[in-house]
């Protein structure tokens, strides 16, 4: 069983930068591939990007390419999402969730685990 945790969500005005961390506890994210997900009020859940744990390879959606940035630390098995020039649009509930393949899937059904969400709130 794998647990996620998302931190580092909150308000911040348009053009600032926030920094998401989604830590793993239960097993090392060897072989899965890690998704963010946003979901605005309203809206369906909608994928930000994501990395494949062993390749490092990262995936981002045309809507954020640029100003988003996915990394890893191997060492605390942790996942970040770096978001540079931050807009109104960008508010939504930011979760993180895990796949046991090491395949980009941008369909939140795909993804086995899933954390609990932090706000992230972008004002104009």
């Known amino acids: 069983q794998v647990q996620l945790v998302e931190s580092g969500g909150g308000l911040v005005q348009a053009g600032g930068s926030l920094r998401l961390s989604c830590a793993a506890s239960?097993?090392?994210?060897?072989?899965?591939?890690i998704g963010w997900f946003r979901q605005a009020p309203g809206k369906e859940r909608e994928f930000v990007g994501g990395?494949?744990?062993?390749?490092?390879?990262?995936y981002y959606a045309d809507s954020v390419k640029g100003r988003f940035t996915i990394s890893r630390d191997n060492a605390k098995n942790t996942v970040y999402l770096q978001m540079n020039s931050l807009k109104p649009e960008d508010t939504a509930v930011y979760y993180c969730?895990?796949?046991?393949?090491?395949?980009?899937?941008?369909?939140?059904?795909?993804?086995?685990?899933w954390g609990q969400g932090t706000q992230v709130t972008v004002s104009s």
């Open positions: 969730a895990a796949r046991r393949m090491a395949i980009v899937a941008d369909i939140a059904a795909r993804y086995d685990y």
């Open positions: 990395i494949s744990w062993s390749s490092g390879s990262t």
């Open positions: 239960g097993r090392t994210f060897s072989g899965y591939f």
